[in-house]
């Protein structure tokens, strides 16, 4: 443990060893003004997820494909760190490297929620002692995640939550923009983002809009963001469009056409997009296995949630957002934006300069 009451932003440096960069991590690091170098060592951006990133010089990322442990003890000398927070358990060297992190507070970080499945018992007890050994605290996204935590050895006070944040600001002002347009014209389109990978609900979905489609004739479109594996067996139809992937700096066209958001994933630990179009006013159709779903989705209020792989049930959930009117639909999104605000990049920055002076 250091003594950090008292030292000046001059001597404070962070870093973070962390797997896969997307935008808004670079939004949260760069929240972190009360440091003077934020030091992040990160893997190459996931070819399905190619986000663009802008950051200052304060902010300074590390390829951890052209680091070995030898290297990331060399930088861990360079940067003294005050914090090393070290963002999942699957890197061995970032573990070695958060155990020999002698003077500076250790966190971990993860987004695996508790299932109480044999695997996470006998991994709980295999990583119970090793992780008591190495980290100080536990730094997770909502309340499934600190129940594992809890059964890896941390006690309630070593535990923080709000460990991902959108880019609230952006979200929400884009979404406030939209708000008054869609008094006006709410546009009766669905919208999908994320990855077209099967374990992401898709074909569930596309074929839910489908069914409803054919048996109830609507108004309503379906429009898909993204790109993976599946794409080139995405299904086609007159009322479903696919767009490929997006900036997040270029969604405004999207938040400003499209009505209510949609992620029918069968697994999906938490899923950050969940709170962006929250922050945007969106209404939410979430399965029960989005984890995200527990912090912004309240069922009934501002969206439906339905069992993961359950077709009648995500139909029914459709179909339920379909027969609402223009102002119950603006009433959810009002909704959305209340729940979202409860997490942005400041107080995820906040968090970690509170664990800084515990």
Not at 49 to 58: E, G, I, K, N, Y
Not at 195 to 218: C, L, S, T, V
Not at 247 to 254: G, N
Request: proline residues 3%.
């Amino acid at each position: 443990m250091i003594l950090v009451q008292g030292i000046t932003q001059i001597y404070m440096k962070i870093l973070i060893l962390y797997y896969e960069l997307a935008a808004y991590n670079i939004i949260c690091f760069e929240q972190l003004t009360g440091f003077k170098e934020v030091h992040v060592v990160a893997y190459p951006v996931n070819k399905e997820a190619p986000f663009d990133f802008l950051v200052s010089d304060r902010v300074k990322i590390h390829r951890r494909n052209e680091m070995d442990i030898n290297s990331l003890r060399e930088l861990y000398a360079s940067v003294k760190p005050c914090i090393t927070f070290c963002a999942g358990w699957s890197d061995r060297d970032y573990l070695t490297l958060s155990k020999e992190a002698k003077n500076s507070k250790t966190i971990l970080g993860f987004d695996n929620q508790w299932e109480a499945n044999l695997k996470q018992r006998i991994g709980c007890l295999v990583k119970r002692k090793q992780f008591q050994k190495i980290f100080d605290y536990a730094f997770v996204p909502g309340e499934k995640q600190k129940e594992f935590a809890n059964k890896l050895g941390f006690v309630d006070s070593k535990i923080f939550l709000g460990a991902y944040s959108c880019n609230y600001a952006y979200f929400n002002e884009l979404g406030l923009k939209a708000k008054e347009e869609k008094k006006n014209n709410f546009p009766k389109r669905f919208l999908y983002v994320g990855r077209y990978i099967e374990h992401k609900g898709i074909y569930d979905m596309w074929d839910a809009f489908i069914q409803i489609e054919n048996e109830h004739p609507n108004d309503w479109e379906l429009w898909c963001i993204g790109i993976g594996d599946e794409f080139e067996n995405k299904i086609e139809h007159e009322k479903i469009k696919h767009f490929g992937f997006v900036q997040p700096s270029e969604m405004e066209y999207f938040l400003n056409n499209t009505g209510v958001f949609i992620l029918p994933s069968h697994f999906e630990p938490w899923g950050v997009v969940t709170h962006e179009f929250a922050s945007a006013g969106f209404p939410l159709i979430l399965s029960d296995k989005i984890g995200a779903g527990a912090k912004f989705l309240d069922n009934g209020y501002n969206g439906y949630r339905f069992s993961s792989n359950n077709l009648q049930e995500l139909k029914k959930a459709m179909q339920n957002v379909i027969n609402l009117s223009n102002k119950e639909l603006l009433e959810m999104g009002e909704v959305s934006m209340r729940k979202a605000e409860e997490i942005t990049p400041v107080k995820w920055a906040n968090t970690l300069m509170k664990l800084l002076n515990d």
